[in-house]
């Protein structure tokens, strides 16, 4: 159900953004990775009822590890991510096209090189961000839950890599943006790595 809301809402607004030749070109590869987010996080939350109904304590139990754990759903995360990229960039790649309007050199370079790995790497990083903080907090609801922070992250990463962008300026733009997207990678694979010595198995433990 997550799924499918999300990619629906990611859907309906790239097709109403591929109306507009200019704010599709303009504004679609800057909100394609908050779409992206929005839609793919479902893991997150599957992990959380997961360690609330005790299933995370049985696994450990029976040797897997938390980082395999937490490995195992950022990759589900990630297979989410792209059912979501290839819905809304069909959609809002195809509208823009059947409207008459031709790819330009500057939306392919923005899709290819901002738009899709941010969404990867926005994707990755707002989950493994969510799986410490619902390991490490008690409560369920609020701003405690999952729920109420995955959107902030995911909505204030891409947020800041844009406003890094426009500072610098064109020229540096790209170099910002990518260098964004690999330094979201470097954190996950950290925070992946050091799940197991960072995170005891206490945590994982239904708090029910």
């Not at 390991?135 to 891409?158: D, E, F, Q």
Request: glycine share 10%; charged share 5%; aromatic share 8%.
């Amino acid at each position: 159900m997550y799924l499918a809301i999300g990619t629906g809402l990611s859907v309906f607004y790239a097709v109403v953004l591929g109306a507009s030749a200019t704010v599709f070109t303009t504004v679609f590869p800057l909100i394609a990775p908050i779409l992206t987010t929005s839609g793919a996080t479902g893991g997150m939350l599957v992990f959380t009822n997961d360690r609330l109904k005790g299933v995370l304590e049985y696994l450990i139990a029976y040797g897997v590890t938390p980082r395999r754990i937490f490995a195992n759903v950022v990759l589900s995360s990630l297979v989410l991510a792209t059912v979501v990229v290839a819905a809304t960039m069909a959609g809002g790649v195809g509208v823009y096209l059947l409207l008459g309007h031709h790819l330009t050199t500057f939306l392919v370079l923005a899709l290819t090189l901002y738009s899709v790995p941010m969404g990867y790497a926005d994707v990755a990083f707002t989950v493994i961000i969510g799986m410490y903080w619902t390991s490490l907090s008690s409560p369920r609801t609020g701003m405690s839950s999952p729920l109420g922070l995955l959107p902030l992250v995911g909505v204030a990463t891409p947020g800041l890599v844009l406003i890094a962008a426009v500072a610098v300026g064109s020229s540096e733009a790209v170099t910002i943006a990518l260098g964004a997207v690999l330094l979201l990678v470097v954190i996950v694979l950290g925070l992946i790595r050091a799940v197991d010595r960072l995170m005891p198995r206490e945590r994982f433990l239904s708090p029910a």
